[in-house]
């Protein structure tokens, strides 16, 4: 039996511990791979997009990308568990020498600021894990749906994310790399309201193109080949205010092509009121109009979409545009080149080539835009370029580590080693998190 002395002395060490941890900055973070489910027939039971409207899902699943016997999904979600055990450590004392000892690798400072940096991930599994289930997508559709049997609604991976209210997402994603791509890693953006404004402000002659082509929104993602980068963003402004594509000409809406009232796909503080979908059937003026000139920007989702937190998000920024989440991605796509080259340095000090960092990917991108949190949505390498698959399942660690490490740096920022020889350095700077207040908590509120 313990001696009543060594008792007082667990229990009082207990609480000090305890008490030190409590007061220790603490932050949530959501680690998503990407996909996991199986784009199968019929889509009208195995889809995702689930509107209530049509009460139907309003696209295929979308299962990744694949190349020989390499898919997207098992490859993020091996990458996803490894950057989820690295943050882990940060959780407890011990584990938090050992995360000291990888924050040494990328800095000279002798200590570094105590954070937790609490992990969740979106899945641990794919699709295949379950192959007789009737509903292969249920644990990895993006949006909310019907359960299939009972009707209730069941909450999509977005719900999921926005029910951890996290300070953090970092979205996991890989993309095949076309001709003469040298393969490399980008991040997936989408602008905040007052671009997508100037592209209806364009389509309704009310600004020159040229307003848009000079600004560094530009390089739009391309989704119909016959149609300029200025069409395709045009088009995607019409499916972020009115939930259908344009025609080409950008002028009205093609009413055969609906991609859904999105925020109300979601379980969030958000989505519109109980009798949204009686509005949206009445037509007419307001936010659920056809038209440009009919359309306002109405009730909780477009106040928020308009409001100065999700401009930070989403615009301007210390990367000159893409606001905090540009920054968050680019930043931990640098943290990447700089650790892999740190980590697999030969003996005599030369580093590994690592595919560079690429154009960002620019559209009306679901994630960054029905989360409240700061979005790193990385395409962290191309499925068809040898190494960066190598990199991603031979390195797997390092590249893990190199994340982790500047999940931490975005929370508390670090002072980083600049060897002379080291192309790509990252900036080492914290987001200003205080100016967002309670907005990561508040995406569920009432």
């Known amino acids: 039996m313990h001696s009543p002395l060594n008792r007082k002395l667990y229990i009082l060490f207990s609480f000090f511990l305890s008490t030190h941890l409590f007061s220790v900055p603490t ?18 039971v195995h889809g995702d997009k689930y509107d209530s409207l049509t009460q139907t899902f309003l696209e295929k699943y ?47 400072e002798k200590s570094f600021p105590r954070v937790v940096l609490k992990s ?36 999509g991976r977005l719900s999921f994310i926005n029910e951890q209210k996290p300070h953090l997402v970092l979205s996991l994603h890989l993309n095949p790399a076309g001709k003469g791509q040298k393969g490399g890693m980008a991040a997936v953006l989408t602008p905040g309201y007052k671009t997508f404004h100037l592209l209806k402000s364009i389509s309704e002659d009310k600004k020159k193109p040229k307003s848009f082509l000079s600004s560094p929104w530009s390089d739009w993602m391309v989704f119909v080949a016959n149609w300029s980068k200025l069409e395709n963003a045009v088009a995607d402004a019409w499916i972020y205010f009115h939930g259908y594509w344009s025609d080409k000409s950008g002028k009205k809406a093609d009413l055969d092509k609906f991609e859904g009232y999105r925020q109300n796909m979601v379980t969030w503080k958000y989505a519109d009121d109980k009798n949204w979908e009686n509005k949206a059937k009445a037509g007419g003026k307001g936010p659920y109009s056809k038209t440009h000139s009919g359309f306002s920007a109405e009730g909780a989702f477009w106040e928020r979409e308009k409001g100065k937190k999700e401009t930070w998000r989403r615009e301007g920024g210390r990367e000159g545009f893409g606001g905090d989440n540009y920054y968050a991605s680019r930043e931990l796509m640098r943290f990447v080149q700089f650790g892999l ?36 949505f990385l395409e962290i390498g191309y ?50 998190w205080e100016r967002y207040e309670n907005y990561f908590s508040e995406v569920t509120s009432p």
């Open 27 to 44: 932050y949530q973070i959501v680690v998503d791979p990407g996909h996991g489910g199986v784009a199968k027939e019929p889509v009208g």
């Open 120 to 155: 969740v991930l979106t899945r641990n599994s794919n699709y295949e894990n379950d192959p007789s289930s009737e509903d292969p997508n249920a644990a990895y559709r993006l949006y909310d749906f019907p359960d299939p049997k009972t009707g209730v609604r069941r909450k």
């Open 383 to 432: 499925i068809n370029r040898s190494r960066d698959m190598k990199y991603l399942t031979e390195n797997r660690k390092e590249v893990a580590i190199s994340l982790a490490v500047g999940i931490y740096s975005l929370f508390s920022g670090m002072e980083m080693r600049k060897p002379k020889k080291m192309p790509v350095v990252p900036k080492g700077k914290k987001i200003n």
């Open 341 to 376: 080259r740190e980590q697999l340095k030969d003996k005599n000090g030369n580093y590994p080539e690592v595919g560079p960092i690429q154009k960002p990917y620019i559209s009306t991108y679901s994630l960054p835009t029905y989360t409240n949190a700061i979005c790193a």
């Open 62 to 108: 979308k299962q990744g990308t694949e190349s020989g016997s390499l898919t997207e999904r098992e490859v993020v979600l091996k990458l996803a568990q490894e950057v989820h055990s690295v943050l882990k450590l940060t959780e407890t004392e011990e584990g938090w020498v050992q995360f000291s000892r990888h924050l040494k690798n990328f800095s000279n």
